[in-house]
């Protein structure tokens, strides 16, 4: 009876153990946004932030006036572990009348040492608040990530300026946001809520193409979900200019945000049998596409600019493949026992 049961198993086993190890994607991507009031190529940077969420740690960027990449003067840094750091060229303190701060940055990054994580970022080329009278904040830029397990969430905005003045007048000018939900806005001005000048409005109409000397595109949002997984990314510029002719210090954007977060996905079904068709090599990654939305050449190549190529973790394997696959070599073991030997007849 035992013979039968191990030479039953060996069929069985080997069913089972020809079915594809699964692969889960069970944790959400990275949360990234980056936001600028005006970048120069690789050359430099006006009030560029920067900041990344994933799961093995945080980063949160803040440069107020950037060359190569590296901040001028000190006006700038980062934060990876948790805490916070700052610095300004200038800043007056709280005075009688004002606080005013020239180039003032901000970093922090908090639940370093858990599985939720958020970075920041946040720099402007000035900033003034008189208590009760008015605010003042020229040339500023934000942006933060945020991670859990389950979801991360990437955000951003630029300001030309931001106005509060007492309670009655509330103006912003050369506006651009985007948020995790993969939409972006851009604005020339908005007064009191009121957006005046949208990307909707203005977006196809406000461009210029005199190319190769220098190409306009202004008012620009693009934003929504990847093709293959729930990543989704969104970029909106307010200006961006491209000029193959100077392309040393090409292209020129001003006042540019992006944003890339996702959500976890439930473990992926089963793939069926193999067949005698050619199929992707076992734990192959798969790399996302930026975004599902095609902008026009400008804004393309800023909704790409500052995404990393993000593809999904894979854990996991089937407990039935395992199963299958001890089954098999039990009952290919218990053949070999059985087979009949050879006797060898003395001559």
């Not at 153990?17 to 940077?45: E, F, H, M, S, Y």
Request: with cysteine; net charge negative.
């Amino acid at each position: 009876m035992r013979r039968h049961v191990l030479f039953a198993a060996a069929p069985a086993g080997l069913i089972l153990a020809l079915v594809p190890l699964a692969a889960r994607a069970d944790l959400a991507p990275p949360g990234d946004a980056t936001a600028t009031a005006l970048r120069v190529g690789t050359v430099a940077g006006v009030s560029d932030t920067g900041a990344h969420a994933a799961p093995d740690g945080a980063t949160g960027q803040a440069t107020v006036l950037g060359i190569g990449g590296q901040p001028v003067l000190g006006l700038g840094g980062s934060q990876q572990n948790e805490g916070a750091s700052q610095g300004a060229l200038l800043d007056a303190g709280a005075t009688g009348l004002a606080d005013v701060q020239v180039a003032p940055w901000q970093t922090s990054v908090t639940g370093s040492g858990g599985t939720d994580r958020t970075a920041r970022g946040r720099a402007a080329v000035a900033r003034a608040h008189a208590p009760g009278v008015a605010d003042l904040d020229a040339a500023e830029s934000e942006s933060e990530a945020a991670y859990r397990p389950e979801r991360s969430t990437g955000s951003g905005f630029s300001n030309g300026a931001h106005l509060r003045f007492f309670d009655f007048l509330d103006l912003i000018l050369l506006h651009s946001e985007v948020s995790s939900e993969g939409k972006g806005s851009s604005y020339l001005a908005g007064v009191n809520g009121a957006r005046l000048g949208t990307d909707e409005q203005l977006g196809k109409t406000c461009t210029l193409d005199a190319s190769p000397l220098l190409s306009l595109s202004c008012l620009t949002a693009s934003g929504g979900l990847g093709g293959a997984a729930p990543l989704t990314t969104a970029a909106a510029d307010v200006a961006t200019a491209h000029s193959d002719a100077l392309s040393a210090i090409d292209p020129v954007a001003a006042f540019a945000v992006t944003a890339a977060s996702g959500t976890g996905a439930a473990p992926a079904a089963p793939a069926p049998a193999p067949t005698d068709e050619a199929a992707p090599a076992v734990g192959a990654e798969t790399v996302l596409p930026a975004t599902a939305v095609t902008p026009g050449p400008a804004a393309a190549a800023e909704t790409n600019r500052g995404l990393p190529r993000i593809a999904l973790p894979r854990t996991g394997a089937e407990t039935a493949a395992l199963v299958g696959v001890g089954l098999l070599l039990a009952g290919l073991g218990a053949a070999v026992r059985r087979l009949p030997r050879r006797r060898v007849v003395a001559g």
